[in-house]
C-alpha cells in the first residue's frame, strides 16, 4: 500500500503562509498524480489542488485565486502544497491523495474518486 504523510499545519494568523509537504516514504515508482482536498467547517471534503508525476501538469480549485502552488520533488518523492494569504475561510484539515494510473482519464482529476490513497490529514488554522 502506497503511504502518505502530511504535515506543516498549524495556526497562523490570516496573510500568513504555510508549507504542507506530502510525502511518499519507501516508493520509487511514481503513480498519476497526487493532489490536494481540504475539509472545512459545514461543508464536504472538496478538491484544491492536482499535479501529474510524468508532466508536472496542475490544475486549481477557483478559491484559490492564485494563492496556493502545488509542486513536487522527484528526488524526495514529495508533493508540497504552498499557502499564501492564507484566510480564516481556509481553515480545515487539509489531505493528500494520489491516484494510481488508469485509462480512460480525464483532466482534471478533481473527484475524490480518483483518489486511491489518502493521508490522515494536517490541520490548518488561519485566525482573524
Known amino acids: 500500500q502506497v503511504q502518505l504523510v502530511e504535515s506543516g499545519g498549524g495556526l497562523v494568523q490570516a496573510g500568513d503562509s504555510l508549507r504542507l509537504p506530502c510525502a511518499h516514504p519507501?516508493?520509487?515508482?511514481?503513480?498519476?498524480?497526487t493532489g490536494w482536498f481540504r475539509q472545512v467547517p459545514g461543508k464536504e471534503r472538496e478538491f484544491v489542488a492536482t499535479i501529474t508525476w510524468i508532466g508536472g501538469f496542475t490544475y486549481y480549485a477557483d478559491f484559490v485565486k492564485g494563492r496556493f502552488t502545488i509542486s513536487k520533488d522527484n528526488t524526495k518523492n514529495t508533493v508540497y502544497l504552498q499557502m499564501d494569504s492564507l484566510k480564516p475561510d481556509d481553515t480545515g484539515v487539509y489531505y493528500c491523495a494520489t491516484g494510481l494510473p488508469r485509462s480512460g482519464r480525464s483532466w482534471p482529476p478533481r473527484n475524490r474518486d480518483e483518489y486511491d490513497y489518502w493521508g490522515q490529514g494536517t490541520r490548518v488554522t488561519a485566525s482573524s
Open positions: 519507501g516508493r520509487t515508482d511514481r503513480p498519476y498524480g
